[in-house]
């Protein structure tokens, strides 16, 4: 035994089950709702910053947006580009047309060389603007690059935070793992701690048991020592017989001897024929008396044997209990044996999960062995997850045997409790034929003279008495052998108490390691208030940034799509910060349910810092692009302003040379070239036109003015250059309108990944919700088991309360009781002395009414008690007619006291009176040899008052059972 219990508490110490307090639990989950609202509040103030926000840019942008909105107003971006675009070619072709004007500047006209210088002077002046404005453009093409790699970089940048938000997910080992299966697993483990938890209470009841089994024993222990006094007391008792015995032969010697002064005596025989007469009446009344008692005994003897085959029966029962109780403690030792194996494995598992997760974090970078890792990982969860569920199985079948034995206990000591009632029930029987039989023999004190023939049955029937005292003897040993079975039992429970005393300090251990883990989780939430604090001075520095970019707005109309664009990047990375917050949040939370990765959030926490940090620079460095192109904008726009100014000047130029030239004398062909320039568009591409045709009417003029045809050849040629760099323009504009194409559908993309997260979100959102919901019915159900737990407390308590009072009103009964049996043996003791002592026979019949008297006195005082008992018996709930019917019993109980105490004092003050007269001494010392007689006749049980005080005890204890 003490090998086993030793194993089972190592094991029990191997197992060190993490029992958590319901009070803990009620304040993880009060705190778990606080922070879901928390995010539900923030996420509606989002909402309606966002609607504000959108009701700025659009005005007239309908709420609630819905999956059709998307793009409507992306194609009205679309629109405007397409009309900026188109307004930057126009440029281009009044630049080109602009261009086509110089060649008059190097034809010198007959008779005119202040024009041709006039023109060349021109041709120079438009040559410059033409330079700048290829350079203007050269720049504004580095500026859409730039745009472009910032887009770029933004785009790589969005991609670098989904692959962090990816590898936080594969950090905390939930890859593959979707909500749904989390919360189960969640589940599953709260159903784990309320089992564990009902162990306890179960363990605590059996802790309950045992003492109340202790207690049991303890009584037990009091009653075998009653026995054994009552044994003791049996033996003086044999010892008083046997002196009683040879004082009888005495008698029976002196009886001979006195036989001849009977004869002496006949004459006053025969004067009291008639009191023999009614004697021998007397006689035959007892003689049928005794015939009923002996019938009666039979009675009990056959209801001993019946109890003793019941008791037999009873230890059979008591003795396949037991094998039945090794039986199922042995398969409980078997089953231990298969959980510590089970949790040795799930522990080899967890050492496996982290050794893959230290593997997931260092192997980052490679996407394709993480995919194949993350299904590994989830083939061994499931599998981890299926061990999981089978040991729960196995932990469901411990309880099951639990309660099999705790019901098999409960019959056990309803069958202790029934053989126990039954011994009750006979030992009342047995004191209720004692009574009779005291009953008896009170009567036949009056009737002793003439009863010296009946001697040899008294002596008989008590032999038979001290036979049944032998029987009770062998059904105490039967009862002590019931104390040893219960005694096993004790020790079995106290091993049990043991394990649980050892489960217990593994239990406060694992709380102390818990609040320690939870100074840690302190110490990371207020490293994520910092946090918090540090991305609210972000906020509030790109709401700064958003009004400058909204005074800037005015200004600009060429860029405001891009700017707007840029802002809804710029909004969903904040989005996306925020998402990537919460889902931090949720996982710390997570962390705090799982308690064992507190170090590496300390350096989460740190990269996320970084993260900001250059979320903050790239902000800045974006802002700073914006700033630029602002500035390029107006610039742009001043010079697009100037080179229209310019070209009117030019205009005007060439219809003041063209009036000039209407006085000169020419050509009639250069006249009509002449008059085609004397209306000058104002748009660009009829001035483009109109220079070509001006160039044809000059190719004509050169063909008949051959001297001028080199001068038209470099004027072509540069025309050439111009037209090819106008054709390259419109390439690289035509690659633009392509790259601006692909942009739209990275944004498009961007859009569709926004709408997706805001999905999970909203699934996420769900799932909360639905756990609050699972959370709060498990509260119910604790403050219920509470409100139970409190009842039954309470009851307890009460059932307590009650037992104690009981326990002390029968120690003060027990006192009354043996004082009162005392008194009654000293006044016994008095009255013989003084019918040894009596005179005449008028006084020892006072003496015999005396004891007659006495003895009812002890019945009633006994009937009182027994009623007070009954009395306390009663609960509070108790039918209230039985309660007053046992008072009114009481009280004639106290009226036949006190009427027999009177008798007492009158019988007293009659003998005062008797002992003054003189009585025949003869009669004398015959009535005192009979008062001898009775003396030896009554049951040794009535005078000692030691075995009353035993009886009584042990009924006080029987009661204490009950």
């Known amino acids: 035994m003490e090998d086993l219990s030793n194993r089972s508490r190592e094991k029990s110490f191997e197992e060190g089950f993490d029992y958590i307090s319901e009070g803990e639990i009620i304040i993880k989950l009060q705190e778990k709702v606080k922070s879901q609202a928390q995010r539900l509040r923030a996420l509606e103030g989002y909402k309606t910053l ?125 890859g593959g793992i979707e909500a749904d299966t989390f919360v189960e697993f969640v589940q599953n483990k709260t159903n784990i701690e309320n089992t564990r938890k009902n162990t306890a209470k179960l363990q605590s009841a059996v802790l309950d048991q045992e003492i109340q089994i202790k207690k049991l024993n303890e009584e037990i222990e009091a009653r075998i020592q009653d026995c054994n006094e009552m044994a003791e007391a049996k033996e003086k008792m044999e010892k008083q017989l046997s002196e009683v015995v040879t004082a009888l032969e005495f008698a029976e010697g002196e009886a001979s001897r006195f036989e001849i002064e009977r004869n002496s005596l006949i004459d006053y025989i025969e004067e009291h024929k008639k009191k023999g007469d009614l004697v021998a009446e007397n006689l035959n009344e007892v003689e049928e008396k005794h015939a009923e008692l002996n019938e009666q005994y039979q ?43 089970s949790k040795a494995k799930i522990e080899e598992k967890d050492k496996q999960i982290i050794q893959l997760k230290d593997n997931l974090n260092k192997q980052t970078a490679r996407n394709k062995e993480l995919e194949e890792s993350n299904s590994d990982l989830n083939k061994k969860l499931r599998e981890n997850e299926q061990e999981m569920e089978d040991t729960l199985a196995e932990l469901e079948e411990i309880k099951n045997h ?59 029937l008590n032999s038979e008495i001290t036979k049944a005292w032998t029987t009770q003897k062998e059904a105490y040993q039967r009862e002590q052998n019931l104390v040893k079975t219960n005694n096993e039992l004790c020790s079995k429970l106290s091993e049990t108490q043991q394990k649980t005393e050892l489960l217990q300090a593994e239990i406060e251990e694992l709380n102390y390691e818990i609040t320690e883990l939870k100074e840690k989780y302190e110490e990371a939430s207020v490293d994520l208030i910092n946090l918090r604090e540090i ?118 130029s060439s219809g003041e040379l063209i009036e000039k030239l209407k006085e000169c004398e020419f050509s009639k062909d250069f006249n009509d070239f002449i008059s085609s320039w004397s209306k000058i568009p104002s748009d660009v591409l009829s001035l483009q036109r109109l220079i070509q045709l001006s160039l044809i009417n000059l190719f004509q003029l050169y063909q008949q003015n051959s001297k001028y045809s080199e001068d038209l050849l470099v004027i072509s040629s540069k025309l050439q250059s111009s037209l090819s760099d106008c054709d390259n323009l419109a390439k690289e504009e035509s690659s633009l309108r392509s790259r601006e194409a692909f942009l739209r559908n990275q944004i498009e993309q961007i859009y569709q990944e926004n709408s997706r997260i805001r999905e999970s979100l909203n699934s996420q959102i769900t799932s909360l919700h639905q756990e609050v919901i699972f959370l709060r019915s498990e509260i119910h159900k604790l403050h219920d088991e509470n409100e139970y737990l409190n009842t039954e407390l309470r009851s307890k308590s009460l059932e307590y309360s009650k037992a104690k009072q009981a326990e002390e009103y029968y120690k003060h009964t027990l006192e009354e009781k043996t004082r009162l049996y005392n008194k009654h043996k000293i006044d016994f003791e008095e009255i013989i002395r003084e019918i040894w002592k009596a005179k005449s026979i008028e006084s020892q019949r006072v003496f ?40 009114k019993q009481v009280n004639s109980c106290d009226e036949q006291i006190e009427t027999r105490k009177g008798l007492i004092k009158r019988l007293e003050d009659e003998i005062r009176g008797l002992e003054s007269k003189s009585g025949s001494i003869k009669l004398n010392g015959d009535r005192s040899r009979s008062y001898i007689r009775i003396e030896g006749e009554i049951e040794p049980s009535e005078i000692n008052p030691k075995s009353n005080g035993s009886t009584f005890r042990s009924q006080s204890s029987e009661e204490q059972v009950i």
């Open 299 to 341: 009675k009990i003897a056959d209801e001993h044997e019946n109890l003793h085959l019941t008791k037999k029966e009873i230890e059979a029962e008591l003795e396949n209990k037991k094998k039945e109780i090794e039986d199922y403690l042995k398969k409980l030792e078997e089953l231990q044996e298969k959980y510590i194996n």
């Open 535 to 652: 991305r609210t001075k972000l906020e509030q520095e790109l709401q700064k940034t958003e009004l400058e970019l909204s005074n800037e707005k005015c200004n600009s109309k060429y860029f405001q799509d891009e700017v707007v664009a840029l802002k809804i990047r710029i909004e969903d990375l904040n989005l996306a910060l925020k998402i990537a917050n919460e889902n931090y949040q949720d996982r710390d939370d997570k962390l705090r349910i799982s308690g064992y990765k507190n170090d590496e959030l300390n350096e989460e926490i740190n990269r996320i810092k970084e993260e900001v940090k250059e979320e903050k620079r790239e902000k800045q460095g974006v802002e700073e692009a914006l700033r630029k192109a602002l500035i390029d904008n107006e610039r742009i726009i001043q010079e697009k302003t100037i080179l229209e100014e310019q070209i009117a000047e030019c205009c005007r």
């Open 50 to 174: 966002c609607e504000t926000r959108i009701a700025e840019l659009f005005p007239s942008h309908p709420f609630p947006v819905k999956n059709e909105h998307l793009g409507v107003f992306n194609s009205q971006d679309s629109q405007e580009l397409h009309a900026a675009k188109q307004k930057i070619i126009r440029l281009e072709q009044q630049l080109s047309k602009q261009a086509s004007l110089t060649p008059r500047s190097g034809t010198p006209l007959s008779g005119t060389p202040k024009n041709a210088q006039k023109l060349d002077e021109m041709y120079s002046v438009l040559h410059h603007k033409y330079n700048e404005l290829v350079k203007d453009k050269s720049l504004v093409e580095e500026t859409l690059r730039a745009e472009m790699l910032a887009s770029e970089e933004q785009r790589t940048y969005i991609e670098i935070l989904k692959q962090a938000l990816e590898v936080n997910v594969e950090e905390l080992g939930l």
């Open 402 to 460: 639990e309660a099999q034995l705790g019901t098999e206990l409960s019959e056990l000591n309803e069958d202790l409790n029934k053989a126990e009632s039954e011994l009750r029930e006979g030992e009342e029987i047995i004191k209720d034929l004692r009574k009779e039989l005291e009953d008896q023999l009170t009567q036949n004190t009056n009737l002793n003279s003439n009863l010296d023939s009946n001697s040899k049955q008294i002596e008989e």
């Open 848 to 887: 015999e009414q005396i004891m007659r008297v006495k003895t009812e006195l002890e019945h009633a005082e006994n009937d009182k008690s027994r009623i007070l008992e009954q009395i306390l018996k009663l609960t509070e709930d108790g039918d209230a007619q039985i309660r007053e019917t046992l008072k």
